[in-house]
Every structure is written in structure tokens, then in C-alpha cells.
């Protein structure tokens, strides 16, 4: 690989951009594709195919053979509220390689001994949100059920191009929440893209089986292509 290939890599990966390094299998010829390119790329459609999947591989087009190298960022996962579903879901959502983060102001829930071996901040979202940063890779919940918490993190995800953004609360709740963000300035385009109810409609009840739905939402949402740059 070329010098320059490998620092232009380096950089993609420093800032959490995803590439793809596509080489010539018959003549060895490199070239990287980086995420904001794709589409106008001969390759385009394989490209974006290995970058849902996640996966490299071998890809023939027009007779010819090609290794796609996908270099992906982590996918971060941020939590707002350390609840009882907090709890079943971080050791799920570690189990499928995503960086998880609890933030959650109430020094009495946003402990390490109820989160272990998960990053936990007891700040205020707002406060600490800008400085994790939010990016197409990153999926924010929100489940505390209290405005004062949920509400400013919304506000930022909203404001990002995060891939995911869920809510927990009833159909009731997410109206409230809906003309609280709509008087905060956001268009119903905005507020479409938040998950609420949130998770996939499977009838869950625990804490555990509303784990398993988020975090299929989220897979679902992630595998779509939807964490694609515009």
C-alpha cells in the first residue's frame, strides 16, 4: 500500500468517517473510496453494499475482480438514563461490538457498580454530549422519561447526523414531547426521525425483552444504510 493510501486512511479513521480501500486484484492498483464519495464511484453499488454490511470482500464487475477493504468506525452507542433497561441493555449492545455510554445526571443511578465495564457520566446531556460528539455512526436513546433529562438530549441528537434516535414513553407521552421540541423550533421532518415508542413492536414487557427491541431498531436502522452521510 502506498504511503499516502495508508496516512489518508489514518485520517478517515481519526475523524470516524468510513472508507473504502478497493484494490485491483489483477493489477494489484489501489485506490480509496471515501463514504462521501461513493455514489459517484463506478463501483457504487458494491461500495454501498459493503458499507451496510460492514464487511470486505471480493466483488466482480464487468469481468474484472476487486478486494473491498472496508474500514468502518465503531458504532457508539449513547444512553441516556441509568435505568433498569440501561442495565439489560449495555452488556446486550456490548455483545454486538457497539461503544456504549451512560449519561445520566442522578448521581444515585449513574453508578459503575450498577454499569460494569461501561463508561458512565453523571452530567447533564447537554453538557457532556458536545464533547463525546455525535456523529452518522452513533445511535442515541433516551429513557429516563424525564424531560429535564431526555429533552436536551434529543435536542442535540436532532441537531447531529446521528443514524438512530429513540425515545422511551407512550404514544401519549411522545405527543407531549412532540409539541415541546415543535415550540423548541424543530419541523415535523425533525421530529419524524425519532423512534417513539421506541424499539421494534415485538410485545416486550421487561426491562430485558425492551433491551431486545431497541437494539433490534437499531440494527435494523444501521444495516438499512440510513447512518450514511447526505
Not at 451512560?102 to 444515585?108: G, L, V, Y
Not at 422519561?145 to 431526555?150: A, C, E, Q, S, Y
Not at 425519532?194 to 410485545?203: K, N, R
Amino acid at each position: 500500500m502506498r504511503l499516502s493510501l495508508l496516512s489518508d486512511l489514518n485520517a478517515e479513521r481519526a475523524a470516524r468517517r468510513a472508507a473504502i480501500l478497493v484494490t485491483d486484484v489483477e493489477s494489484g492498483e489501489q485506490r480509496l473510496v471515501r463514504e462521501a464519495e461513493v455514489d459517484g464511484d463506478l463501483l457504487a453499488e458494491e461500495l454501498l453494499d459493503a458499507l451496510r454490511r460492514g464487511k470486505s470482500g471480493l466483488v466482480e464487475w464487468e469481468g474484472r475482480q476487486f478486494f473491498l477493504t472496508v474500514q468502518a468506525p465503531p458504532v457508539r452507542l449513547v444512553v441516556i438514563g441509568a435505568v433498569h433497561i440501561s442495565q439489560a441493555l449495555a452488556p446486550m449492545a456490548k455483545g454486538l461490538d457497539l461503544d456504549v455510554t451512560i449519561i445520566d445526571p442522578r448521581t444515585a443511578f449513574a453508578t459503575p457498580e450498577r454499569f460494569p465495564d461501561v463508561p458512565v457520566l453523571a452530567e447533564w446531556p447537554d453538557t457532556v454530549l458536545p464533547e463525546i460528539g455525535i456523529d452518522p455512526y452513533t445511535a442515541i436513546v433516551a429513557l429516563t422519561h424525564d424531560p429535564k433529562i431526555d429533552d436536551p438530549a434529543l435536542t442535540a441528537a436532532l441537531r447531529s447526523e446521528c443514524f438512530y434516535i429513540g425515545a422511551l414513553g407512550s404514544r401519549k407521552t411522545h405527543e407531549r414531547r412532540v409539541q415541546r421540541l415543535t415550540e423548541a423550533g424543530f419541523a415535523q421532518a425533525d421530529l419524524s426521525r425519532i423512534h417513539a415508542p421506541i424499539g421494534l413492536d415485538i410485545g416486550a414487557v421487561s426491562p430485558a425483552e425492551i433491551a431486545v427491541s431497541i437494539l433490534a431498531e437499531i440494527v435494523a436502522s444501521l444495516r438499512k444504510g440510513r447512518r450514511r452521510l447526505a
